[in-house]
C-alpha cells in the first residue's frame, strides 16, 4: 500500500478502514510536548477516533475525563480540532473534527 508523506515528519497509511499515522517526535510539540509519548511507557501511540462534533463530544465527557485530559479542544496546525486525553491504561487517545477546508476535503474523499 503506499505511504502518503505529507511533510518530512508526518505520513500516512490509508486502508479503507482505517489510517495508520507515523509522526517523528517534531510533531509531539504540537501535543502538548516531548513527554505526551514516551518510549517503554505504554505511551508511544495515539489512538485516534474521527467524531462529528469534538466540542460536542468534550462537553458530553467533560466531567468523566477531566482528570486524564491532556489538551482541550484545539485547532491544529493539520485543520483538525483535537481533544486528547489519556484512557485508564495511560494510552492518549485523541478525538478529532476535521474543520479547516483542507482537512474537511481530506476526509471528504474517505467516504
Known sequence: MPVLRY?????????PTATLAIGSTGTLQFLGGNSV???LQNRS???EFRVENV??????LADFL?????QHPTIMP??????LFRDP??????LFTPVMPEAIKKFESKE
Open 66 to 70: 477531566q482528570p486524564y485530559i491532556v
Open 7 to 15: 511533510t518530512p515528519d508526518f505520513a500516512e497509511l490509508q486502508t
Open 89 to 94: 491504561d495511560g494510552n492518549l487517545v485523541n
Open 45 to 47: 501511540a495515539i489512538i
Open 55 to 60: 466540542d460536542w463530544d468534550y462537553e458530553r
Open 37 to 39: 509519548a514516551e518510549p
Open 78 to 83: 493539520w485543520g483538525n480540532k483535537s481533544l
